[in-house]
């Protein structure tokens, strides 16, 4: 591993997106410290350690207790529905768009799934440093989610079923490139699956307005009012599940158990399941 000065230069230099990268590896950190962790990652604990002087952005934000666990629940629903997805298609692909430095296929590997973690040639770079490169069936495309190249290997690989998910991700990008994205996925495999989380209109202005005065440099710029307005985005897309992050009954999101009963933000953070249209015959 490289030396610590080394390590601690690489990630000060990470900015816009890329950088919103160390977020989730802060509190998979964080978390997996506790005697009752939600889930263990001493990758990220070991990181965390060497690039201490780097956090104190992250720290700046002042998460607390329910912001750590709501991260952590969801970065789990997504472990869920990988494995729901491969327990129903023992052959298949997954697409991991802005992986950053989760180590989520080692979590779900079921032994047969052929992998692909997508992100920035810069994040990628710091993956095979830090974390680890590839394997036989476990693949790095280092590229923007919205450049044409990687939907080209990944074509590949049909006519096996696809998943494609995406985690703390797409609230980054403009609503018009947000539907491309949709698009392009539905013309290049249809009846593939689509996993990602999304926030309400609401809580995109309230993180932003969050955020300001911190170093973190990268805002929110699309929320999701409702799931079914994805459907109209192109033919044969079809909701398949939603699932809300301050429904759940877990103790220690501590004082965001309430707001279920809060209209406005009890659906503020969602994931949402689509299948994006039907394979061809």
């Known amino acids: 591993m490289p030396e610590q000065n080394e390590m601690s230069e690489t990630v000060r230099e990470l900015s816009g997106v890329a950088e919103t990268l160390l977020i ?8 997996s410290q506790r ?29 607390d207790e329910g912001d750590r666990v709501a991260l952590v629940l969801r970065n789990r629903e997504l472990d869920r529905r990988a494995r729901t997805f491969m327990a129903h298609h023992r052959k298949a692909v997954v697409v991991h768009i802005g992986c950053g430095l989760d180590a989520r ?3 779900v590997d079921d032994g047969e799934i052929e992998w692909f973690d997508l992100d920035l040639p810069e994040v990628l770079a710091m993956r095979k440093e830090f974390v680890g490169g590839e394997g036989p069936r476990h693949h790095l495309l280092a590229s923007s989610v919205f450049d044409q190249g990687w939907l080209d290997i990944v074509a590949a690989h ?5 998943l ?7 609230m980054y990008f403009e609503e018009a490139q947000v539907r491309s994205l949709v698009r392009s996925l539905l013309e290049c495999f249809p009846g593939a699956e689509l ?16 955020m300001r005065g911190t170093e973190i440099s990268a805002r929110y710029h699309w929320g999701l009012k409702r799931a079914k307005n994805i459907e109209t985005w192109g033919p044969g897309i079809s909701l398949l599940e939603e699932w809300f992050l301050f429904r759940r009954p877990e103790p220690r999101l501590g004082h965001y158990r309430w707001v279920r009963y809060v209209p406005l933000l009890a659906k503020a953070i969602g994931i949402f399941h689509y299948r994006l249209g039907q394979e061809p015959a």
Not at 25 to 30: E, F, G, I, M, N
């Open 195 to 210: 996993v990602f989380d999304a926030f309400s209109p609401f809580l995109v202005r309230m993180n932003n307005r969050r």
């Open 158 to 162: 049909r006519p096996l079923p696809m």
């Open 105 to 107: 296929f080692e979590r």
């Open 164 to 170: 494609f998910l995406a985690e703390g991700v797409l």
């Open 24 to 31: 989730p590896l802060y509190v998979r950190a964080v978390e």
């Open 35 to 63: 005697p009752d962790a939600l889930l263990k990652d001493e990758n990220a604990v070991a990181l965390l350690e060497a690039w201490k002087e780097s956090f104190a952005r992250i720290e700046a934000l002042k998460l």
